[in-house]
Nanobody, 115 residues
Framework: QVQLVESGGGLVQPGGSLRLSCAASVSIFSINAMGWYRQAPGKERELVAVMFSGGITNYADSVKGRFTISRDNAKNTVYLQMNTLKPEDTAVYYC?????????WGQGTQVTVSS
């Protein structure tokens, strides 16, 4: 069982930045992959960024060059640094962990990009 707690969402103006955090209840060394997904109103949940245990990362085309996923092993925390935010980035962002073949989700954190 893995518990994930997200933080860092909020309201930001277009062009601004936010950093999301996802704290895991187990050592992230033992987690195959951790990622961030988002779901906008009326849309399906989509992958934003993922980091595999070997450090390989993958990003959605829409966020490449603007978002960066990283981790702090000592804190069992994964981050999503979001720069140059756009109104279309507005969504609920969810942390995800793939652990022993099971998928675990955080409660979600709202990100709103608006002037």
């Amino acid at each position: 069982q893995v518990q994930l707690v997200e933080s860092g969402g909020g309201l930001v103006q277009p062009g601004g930045s936010l950093r999301l955090s996802c704290a895991a209840s187990v050592s992230i060394f033992s987690i195959n992959a951790m990622g961030w997904y988002r779901q906008a109103p009326g849309k399906e949940r989509e992958l934003v960024a993922v980091m595999f245990s070997g450090g390989i990362t993958n990003y959605a085309d829409s966020v490449k060059g603007r978002f960066t996923i990283s981790r702090d092993n000592a804190k069992n925390t994964v981050y999503l640094q979001m720069n140059t935010l756009k109104p279309e980035d507005t969504a609920v962002y969810y942390c995800n962990a793939n652990f022993l073949g099971n998928a675990y989700w955080g409660q979600g954190t709202q990100v709103t990009v608006s002037s």
